[in-house]
Each structure stands twice: as structure tokens, then as C-alpha cells.
């Protein structure tokens, strides 16, 4: 009997398609850390040489990114401790409610986390929401309004500057994000995602990200994913420091919303 011909097919292992040869008895997975090889006619698999010097490369980078954020964000957070007492001083002269907001997002793997930022809404703004729903900026699931009639009179300078986001330095070396990566979603998002969309949660989810410095006011929600897919697939130590200098004039222009 002849073998089938050489066809794409989808492996639990990526959400790439993996390329399937039957005529040389295997199934190279394409992932992102490593190569793959599937026995064609038993389940066993092999890890090939290759694939192993890449992993090994991998957990070396991954280290050095894990010990990058703990330094990064246990320095950020004593340059900016005075910064965030102050911040939390003015909410709580501004509005009733609570410092911070916390909330659950979608983290590393689909893993749920506790995600905390300061407090730029007045405290009923999820019961407020469908009265501002058809003010969205954004496309499909992304939902951004610059002029939010919910903001605090503090909060839309705290978005401005990005000093909301502070809290989650905490996050940072607790292990749930990174200094750099895709931005954490809530549940509610996450659930609408397709699957090829779900792969940006690949890896730990940023403070700051790729599309943060290259498209943070483009609407499109494809535009949206595909940098971060990109950033999933190009990722590097470099990658992540080109991205935070990049993000430091971004912050000191008040580019956020």
C-alpha cells in the first residue's frame, strides 16, 4: 500500500499546524521551544538532539527574563513608592471606594490571577457599563473609551500617565506576569478568543507589550492579536529590551488612555 500524501494537521502540542510525512514514518510538531517528532506506526515519542539544545536554550532565557522582571520590578517599586502613597492619598480625597481595583484576568496558560491596579472609576462603574457601551472605540471584544463619563476627576491623568498600572509590579514578582508581554484579559474575553488566538497566553502576560509601543491606539482587534501572536513568536531577552526602552518615552508623553 502506497502512504498517504504529506497533509497539515493540528497537534495538542501548538496551535500551529504540524506537517505530517508519512512516508518518513513521523509528525514534526512546529512549537515555538522546541522540535517535536512523532512515531508514525508507535506512540512513543522522541525529542531530537536539536530539540533539546533549543529547550535547554530556552529555560537559560527564560530564567534570565524571571530574574530581569524580580530585579526590574522590585527597583520600580522603591523608585516609585512615594509616587504610589501619594496616589493612593488623592483617590481617597477624590472619590468614595476603594484604592485599588482588583479583579481576576487571564494569566500564563489560561491560569486565573488576582490583577490589581489603582482605581480610576468611581466605584459603580461595572453597573454603569451598557450606558456606555455604544461610546466603544474599539473593534469586536476590545472595548476602550478615552473620555469615559466613569473616570474620576484623578483618573483620566493616572490613565494618562500610566500610574494605574503601578500595582502590578506586585504582580510581577509574584510570579502571575512579566515586565514584558501580552496584556492579561478578563475571563469574559479570554472565553471569545479562538483557539489560534489563545496562543498569546503562551507566555507570562506584561506590564508593558509589543503592541503597547507599536499600535496602542489602533482599534483593530486582528491588529491586536497578531502583534502579540508575533511577539510570542519572536521572542527574545533583546526583544524585551527594546520593548521597555521603548515604553519609557511612551509613559514620560502620557500616550495612555
Known sequence: MSAPATQTVWTEHDLRPALVKPEEGRVEARVSDASLFFDWHTPAVVRSARSHAESISAGVAKTFKRGLDVTGASLLLLIAAPIMVLVALVILADSRGPILYRTYRVGHRGRLFRFYKFRTMVCTAENLLDQVRDLNEREKIL??????????????????YSLDELPQLWNILKGDMSLVGPRPPIASEYEQFRPEYRRRTMVPPGLTGLWQVTARTDPSFERYVEIDCDYVDRWSLWLDLKILCKTIPAVLLGTGQ
Open 143 to 160: 472595548f476602550k473609551v478615552s473620555h469615559d463619563p466613569r473616570l474620576t476627576r484623578v483618573g483620566g491623568f493616572l490613565r494618562k
